[in-house]
């Protein structure tokens, strides 16, 4: 029988220290034990930055390869955003998913399934003339991996980072990089925000619907940083609901928060400014929740982005809480296998 666990964790800008923050050395003494912890077969990770090895070369995940060091995640099949523009990683929050299953196809996503929106600002730079309309292109990729998990189906695992309900530049808006010179700047910058993480959630749900259209029984989990909770529109676009589609032959269609099996006072992994959250998920298509047998949290030490960040300048900490699901392959017809009884039969 086949059994995994699939995690995700956004560890937030690990790579070079920063000039008022702790070192490497000192966050992996801090995200190590998490990761060990999690004891995942699948592991997708968010904000994972590259480094260069020398002026001129391409960038490369050094800091990742330095916290998996001593770990089972070392030798795991890797796969991770690429540059469009260079062909190596990006130098800030890529994407990366880590793997014990061979990975049988891999790939990246960024405007392949829906362009970019033509979008015309309605706010012009002081003093300045109305801007051309521009595209909107999404801030990162999706990453998709088909997993030869030893079962008649691959496991599909998409990671997502989407981006957060910040409001996005806007020419001529702010007087610094912290302050706006107008509300109804900052309302369009909100607004252009939101639509790209929209369009990224319809991209994603888009790529959904193409795994189901080759196999209507797909093992598809989507995992990763969604910035939105379960009732918020990315979460809604990318699990699809019965009620909203009102047909009842798309229910097997729909992908499912494994995060609902926990109580509301356990289910958070992000706490702003006193606020808990649950951000980060692992949504299952119906095939793969007969499978889901557990899920877990790890948010005991999980510190206020807000709060803890200006009290603690630099902190090796993430604020965003691993989450791991664990799975394992139903037994086949004819009975149980954990070693209970046959049902009584009616």
């Known amino acids: 029988m086949t059994g995994f666990r699939i995690a995700t964790f956004n560890v937030e800008n690990l790579g070079d220290s920063a000039p008022d923050g702790v070192g490497l050395e000192e966050r992996i003494r801090v995200l190590r034990p ?17 480094q260069r090895p020398q002026q001129g070369a391409g960038r490369r995940l050094d800091a990742l390869d330095a916290l998996l060091d001593g770990t089972p995640y070392r030798d795991f099949s890797r796969f991770s955003t690429v540059s469009r523009s260079r062909g190596d990683v990006r130098d800030k929050h890529n994407l990366v998913i880590l793997s014990r299953f061979a990975m049988s196809s891999r790939r990246q996503l960024l405007h392949d399934l829906v362009a970019p929106p033509r979008y015309r600002p309605v ?3 002081q003093g300045g003339e109305p801007q051309d309309s521009r595209a909107l292109e999404w801030d990162r990729p999706i990453l998709h991996v088909a997993l030869d998990i030893g079962a008649a189906r691959p496991l599909h695992v998409v990671g997502v980072h989407l981006r957060a309900p910040r409001a996005a530049f806007v020419a001529g808006a702010k007087a ?15 607004f252009i925000a939101a639509v790209k993480r929209a369009g990224q959630a319809l991209e994603t749900r888009l790529l959904v619907d193409s795994l189901f259209d080759a196999d209507p029984d797909a093992l598809v989990c989507v995992c990763g940083d969604f910035n939105a909770d379960l009732h918020e529109t ?3 676009t990318i699990c699809g ?15 499912v928060p494994v995060a609902r099996s926990l109580a509301d006072s356990r289910r958070f992994s992000v706490v702003h400014h006193g606020r808990p959250q649950m951000l980060d998920h692992l949504l ?8 889901y047998r557990s899920v877990e949290i790890h948010n005991e030490a999980l510190g206020d982005e807000l709060v803890t960040a200006h009290a603690v300048r630099g902190s090796p900490e993430s604020f965003h809480a691993p989450v791991v699901a664990g799975f394992e392959e139903p037994a086949a017809a004819g009975g149980w296998d954990d070693g209970r009884d046959e049902p009584a039969r009616r």
């Open 234 to 236: 990315p979460l809604r």
């Open 176 to 190: 610094d990089s912290h302050t706006w010179r107008s509300m109804a700047g900052w309302a369009e910058g909100f």
């Open 284 to 291: 299952v298509s119906r095939p793969l929740l007969g499978w």
């Open 123 to 125: 706010c012009p730079p």
């Open 241 to 255: 609901d019965g009620e909203d589609a009102g047909n009842p032959f798309l229910a097997a269609r729909t992908l």
């Open 34 to 50: 998490q990761l060990l912890r999690l004891r995942a077969d699948v592991l997708c990770l968010q904000e994972v930055d590259g």
